[in-house]
T-cell receptor, first 114, second 112 residues
Framework: NAGVTQTPKFQVLKTGQSMTLQCAQDMNHEYMSWYRQDPGMGLRLIHYSVGAGITDQGEVPNGYNVSRSTTEDFPLRLLSAAPSQTSVYFC?????????????FGEGSWLTVV | GQQVMQIPQYQHVQEGEDFTTYCNSSTTLSNIQWYKQRPGGHPVFLIQLVKSGEVKKQKRLTFQFGEAKKNSSLHITATQTTDVGTYFCAGPRTGTASKLTFGTGTRLQVTL
């Protein structure tokens, strides 16, 4: 049972480079989201999706794009990396309906922008 | 905007001592969830509270949801080294069930 899978686990980027963080879940969850966690801080919502073809912005969407072409996948794109985007990124999913508030997190992607 | 604060930010206890973290929201919450994150790990769901004044227990952990549904607490009795980590509360943003606002977290360190 894979759950929520994120790749890569670690990445170093140069300022201005672009990249995509991959996220896949095999639980047929409608809702998926991306959070970032900075040292000593809580999690801040970047973007989320309530189903295939539907995405919306969270608290800190600037500099990031998402798409949701399938139920399983929810990639996060950094358009032009900046040092301020150095962070740990967590993808998460949850079912909708009864019991739909429990969020399942991936193991995280550590990103450093130099 | 909605804010969820937790106190304390950090607590260091001796194994066997009790520990409590408090979560306070600036707005009324329809429910509150608690997560634990081990060092270097990812948040793991612990529990959800929905009703005003609700109390739930999981072994040594006791969770409470305030009467006004704006605050919550997590109490650990007789801490163990396996309790080490950061504990987060989270509640839905006002007007939407789709966005969770996470608290600032309380980091617990337990030593022998």
């Amino acid at each position: 049972n894979a759950g929520v899978t994120q790749t890569p686990k670690f990445q170093v980027l140069k300022t201005g480079q672009s990249m995509t963080l991959q996220c896949a879940q095999d639980m047929n969850h409608e809702y998926m989201s991306w959070y970032r966690q900075d040292p000593g801080m809580g999690l801040r919502l970047i973007h989320y999706s309530v189903g295939a073809g539907i995405t919306d912005q969270g608290e800190v969407p600037n500099g990031y794009n998402v798409s949701r072409s399938t139920t399983e996948d929810f990639p996060l794109r950094l358009l032009s990396a900046a040092p301020s985007q150095t962070s740990v990124y967590f993808c998460a999913s949850r079912p909708t309906g009864l019991g739909g508030n429990t969020i399942y997190f991936g193991e995280g992607s550590w990103l450093t922008v130099v | 905007g909605q804010q969820v604060m937790q106190i304390p930010q950090y607590q260091h206890v001796q194994e066997g001592e009790d520990f409590t973290t408090y979560c306070n929201s600036s707005t009324t919450l329809s429910n509150i969830q608690w997560y634990k994150q081990r060092p270097g790990g990812h948040p793991v769901f612990l529990i959800q509270l929905v009703k005003s004044g609700e109390v739930k227990k999981q072994k040594r952990l006791t969770f409470q949801f305030g009467e006004a549904k704006k605050n919550s607490s997590l109490h650990i009795t007789a801490t163990q080294t396996t309790d080490v980590g950061t504990y987060f509360c989270a509640g839905p943003r006002t007007g939407t069930a789709s966005k969770l606002t996470f608290g600032t977290g309380t980091r617990l360190q337990v030593t022998l």
